[in-house]
């Protein structure tokens, strides 16, 4: 079959009218598969059914390879609310699995086939939707998977077939380098990525291979489009019919193509897609499409010979100088693996094209770079002839900058990497991480925006690691970039997350009347004072001082102990309201909420200074806890993440009872993922309501020591973790 020439250049210029109708028709036809799922468990429980539905309705008599295909092939993936994947197998390794699954947001994505595959047997099936794990729940997921590319057939109408023996037709996506190429007895439909879709049409008109290029229609997934491609040769003008839907009116657009050039007894030559200085700097894997010299020859081609001055194309054994009328089938293949073609039949033929379109699609080597210089000579039956200037083809080295930064790497993932491809095509660069510069593994692309390169999360890392980066241009091992690295973060825990180091501490305070002297004891988080992490809000219930005798805890009650009653270990944090109140001394009542918080507390137990050094930026904290709710209050938990002054990262949580132990959890939410963690802030309050409630009655701390006070909502915490 005939290389794609444009054509339409030389049919303006010498005159040719000729009229394609092509109806471009989307079936109502729907190719899906059905997927479903529930979930149970105090995490939740994901299970995927999947069932095959055959969807293949043909509106037009168009036969297709492909069938539906088996539900076990399917590819099943669930992400997280960040991208990261948890789980990935094929559904027949999936079926009646039940997979855990924190409660949260996700991401369920069954396919089968490739995104961007083009071809016959290239059909794409894809269902991809968010749902929702609830905790302690039983959901069901229900999902439908659809064909996600295009379904495309082309039919030739009679009169196409009867006054041009040669002709076929090709659909091309711009976002992918392959297309659908139909010839005249094909009947198969096709498969080719969503978007903007383009028909091309060549026929031979008198042993000259001329083409027309439909104007691009965007399509769907899921949609079948049939392309009734016709001519009336009594007209001479181009009209163009789209018909979008079978439901929807005929659109018609006029297009007319006047001749715009009326050739003059000389041979003309005119070089398209070169700069001003007549020359092409091209780089490996970009598409030079319409770069090319067209000749109008109106008494014929007698000659037309190629001068190039190539040390590369000479080394490689080219010859300096062909002529293309009557150059053999070895030479055009030699010049064609270099991206220089031209069609066959020139002799007498009074149009042709010398096309440098593939100059791109080669692989070249970056340390040995093509150039060359060119001359056209084109002579006519008649003897005159047409010399072109001089045009040079420059090959320039594909250029990438990977913007990497230390900020990049958390301790189990790679994210927000991007890149800027000022040279070359960004599609054809594949960035690759290694940990031991020896098994390479690509960076899924997220997005191509024009030059700039967004990645996907790297996941699945392991923590103070250095990975190393390179990439990758069009699969040619001599474009490789220079290696670049980063390490992963270290997965740090809070000390005395346990809370099993305490220290006990007796509070000393008077009698106004007579100055008597009293202790009561209160207890600090930690073992030693210059190591200490936590600080407690107790200074707030205990004054220095009070009045009258009796009951000494209703006026002087600290408001955090430690607790034998532990999930691990021996001990526990427990947090508690309490109120303290001395009517001679001071007649406001002291209403605190337990607080344990990391950071100091002054001697009325307010925060002097919050947070501790920190330098990981974990994605959750998780706990264990108990909850004797009094009023029904809710206990409060936040966490703070701060680089400097500002705060990087805040989770809060407001939680409720719980009579035996349960896991809590709070989720960190990244407002700036461009800085590095250099402190951590965390609080558990026993209430987070203003004014708390509380009633008199027994509270037992510490060790198993009982005391009669007011007191409200009682909160238990042990077990803290970062998890990463």
């Known amino acids: 079959m005939p290389a794609d020439f444009n054509f339409l250049t030389q049919m303006r210029r010498i005159g040719f009218l000729f009229s394609f109708v092509a109806f471009m028709m989307i079936s109502c036809a729907k190719e899906t598969v059905t997927v479903t799922g529930d979930s149970a468990g105090p995490m939740g429980e994901v299970t995927i059914a999947l069932a095959s539905v055959d969807g293949h309705h043909n509106a037009l008599p168009v036969k297709s390879t492909v069938e539906v295909p088996d539900a076990g092939d399917f590819k099943i993936e669930i992400f997280n609310a960040e991208g990261v994947r948890l789980y990935r197998d094929t559904y027949a390794n999936s079926e009646n699995k039940k997979i ?87 009947t198969r439909a096709g498969y080719i990525p969503a ?103 109106e008494a014929g081609i007698a000659s037309c010979v190629l001068d190039i001055t190539s040390d590369y194309l000479s080394a490689k054994g080219l010859p300096a100088s062909v002529d293309l009328v009557t150059a053999n089938e070895s030479v055009k293949t030699q010049f064609s693996e270099y991206g220089i073609r031209w069609n066959g039949g020139l002799d ?156 006990v501490q007796n509070h000393t305070f008077n009698y106004i009347s007579s100055l008597t002297k009293k202790n009561i004891d209160w207890y600090l988080p930690y073992s030693s004072a210059s190591s200490s992490v936590w600080a407690v809000n107790s200074k707030k219930t205990m004054p220095g001082k009070y009045t009258t005798a009796g009951n000494q805890n209703t006026k002087n009650f600290p408001s955090v102990a430690y607790s034998t009653d532990a999930f691990f270990g021996s001990r526990s ?20 909420a337990g607080e344990l918080f990391i950071g100091k507390a002054d001697d009325s137990g307010n925060h002097s200074s919050e947070g501790t050094g920190f330098t990981s930026r974990p994605d959750e904290l998780q706990f264990q806890y108990k909850y004797e709710s009094y009023n029904n209050e809710t ?24 009579s035996s132990w349960t896991p809590g959890s709070v989720k960190l939410t990244y407002s700036d993922r461009t800085r590095q963690a250099d402190k951590v802030y965390i609080s558990f309050k026993s209430s987070s309501a203003a004014s708390p409630a509380y009633r008199e009655g027994e509270i037992t701390v510490a060790d198993n020591k009982s005391y009669t006070v007011y007191y409200g909502s009682v909160l238990y915490v042990d077990q803290l973790n970062f998890v990463y």
Request: charged share 20%; hydrophobic share 35%; aromatic share 10%.
């Open 100 to 186: 855990p699954l924190n409660a949260g947001e996700y991401r369920l994505l069954a396919s089968h086939g490739k995104a961007l595959g083009v071809g016959f047997d290239a059909i794409y099936f894809a269902a991809d939707r968010n749902f929702t794990v609830r905790p302690q729940t039983a959901e069901t997921i229900e999902a439908t998977a659809r064909m996600a590319n295009v379904k495309v057939a082309v039919n030739f109408g009679e009169n196409l077939d009867t006054y041009y023996a040669g002709h076929y037709a090709r659909v091309k996506n711009p976002q992918v380098q392959d297309y659908l190429q139909f010839d005249q007895d094909e």
């Open 348 to 503: 007498g033929a009074r149009i042709g094209s010398l096309d440098f379109s593939g100059l791109g699609k080669n692989i070249h080597d970056p340390e040995n770079l093509f150039s060359a210089s060119i001359i056209l000579t084109v002579t006519d039956k008649a003897g005159k002839k047409a010399v072109s200037e001089v045009y040079t083809l420059t090959q320039v080295p594909p250029q990438i900058s990977v913007d990497i930064h230390d900020y990049n790497a958390f301790a189990r993932r790679i994210e927000g990497l991007t890149a800027n491809v000022p040279v070359g095509n960004p599609a054809a660069y594949e960035l690759q991480y290694s940990s031991g510069n020896s098994e390479w593994k690509p960076v899924a692309v997220k997005s191509i925006d024009g030059q700039n390169i967004s990645y996907d999360v790297i996941s699945g890392l392991a923590p103070e690691t250095e990975y190393t980066f390179r990439t990758v241009y069009n699969g040619n091992a001599k474009s490789v970039s220079a290696l670049s690295g980063l390490t992963t973060e270290t997965e740090l825990q809070i000390a005395n997350s346990g809370f099993e180091d305490w220290t």
């Open 195 to 297: 978007g903007d879709l383009t028909l091309e049409v060549y026929a031979n008109v008198d042993g000259t291979w001329k083409y027309y290029k439909a104007p691009a229609k965007t399509y769907s997934p899921n949609d079948f489009v049939t392309f009734n491609v016709d001519i009336d040769p009594r007209q001479g003008d181009l009209t163009v019919g789209i018909k979008i839907d079978d439901t929807e009116d005929l659109v018609e657009e006029e297009i007319k193509v006047p001749s715009a050039y009326a050739p003059g007894d000389a041979p003309v030559i005119v070089f398209s897609g070169f700069d001003g200085s007549r020359n092409l700097n091209f780089t490996e894997a970009v598409d030079y499409q319409g770069t090319q010299a067209d000749f109008v020859v």
């Open 635 to 658: 206990y409060l938990v936040e966490v703070r993440l701060y680089s400097g002054d500002t705060v990087i990262a805040t989770g809060t949580l407001n939680g409720q009872k719980a």
């Open 573 to 592: 944090a427990m947090l508690y309201t309490v109120r303290v109140h001395d009517l001679n001394f001071d007649p406001d009542d002291i209403l605190a």
